[in-house]
């Protein structure tokens, strides 16, 4: 008796988790947990202690099968992710968050008008220069998002961003270069543009 409430709770958690993890097949690990568990009364309800080995070596294949597709995630969503982190940090006036988004590296490429910067370091103290204060900084917003996947570790995005000010409203376009590092997608080179002022 124990045995089988054991195994019910156990497959009714694995099945919880995996329903949780991979939303887009929800419904086939419920039926596949329960087959598992109409296998198991069938060939081992005589035997709790092999019914638990079983269960244990179940629930391990689908945890180490689950954090192997989490590390194939979808680039473009990971790359939107922290496209999406660069605008909020912005708009809290936090330009060191900001710069987090970018490849800490002396290789970082940052293009501008007719202005090319060489490495993060330098990359940050322009914008610090340019938007020393939240007046000039505004509210950011990145818009027409086309991010396309190079390879499993490289993408390219083309946007347009824009600043909500009070006397003006600066806008243009940029062209990014990301690549996929062990601390996440980051920025290593950066192509903006400003729009003429009218």
């Known amino acids: ?26 419904s086939r690990p419920s039926r ?5 568990s109409a296998v198991i009364d069938r060939r ?19 945890l180490a099968f689950l954090g192997s597709t989490s590390v194939a995630a979808d680039p473009k969503s990971e790359v939107r992710a922290v496209l999406n982190a660069q ?4 708009n809290r006036g936090d330009i060191d968050a ?15 008008s007719d202005e090319v ?6 990359v940050l103290e322009r914008y610090k220069r340019q938007y020393s204060d939240r007046k000039k900084m505004g509210i950011l917003t990145f818009s027409e998002l086309e991010i396309t996947s ?3 570790d490289s993408a390219v995005v083309l946007g ?6 009070v006397k003006d409203q600066p806008h243009g376009r940029f062209t990014l270069i990301f690549r996929r590092f062990d601390d996440g997608w980051k920025i290593v080179h950066d192509h903006t543009s400003a729009a003429e002022t009218k």
């Open 32 to 36: 596949w947990a329960r087959g598992v």
């Open 98 to 112: 900001f710069m987090n988004g970018y490849w800490r590296s002396e290789e970082t490429v940052f293009v501008s």
């Open 117 to 122: 910067l060489r490495g993060w370091q330098k």
């Open 160 to 165: 347009s961003w824009r600043l909500g000010r």
């Open 150 to 152: 190079l390879s499993e």
């Open 1 to 26: 008796m124990r045995a089988r409430i054991f195994r019910r709770l156990l497959v009714h958690a694995v099945t919880k988790y995996i329903g949780e993890s991979m939303k887009t097949c929800s």
């Open 44 to 62: 081992y309800s005589a035997s709790p202690l092999i019914t638990r080995k079983i269960l244990f070596a179940v629930c391990f294949i689908v």
């Open 87 to 90: 605008q909020d940090a912005w």
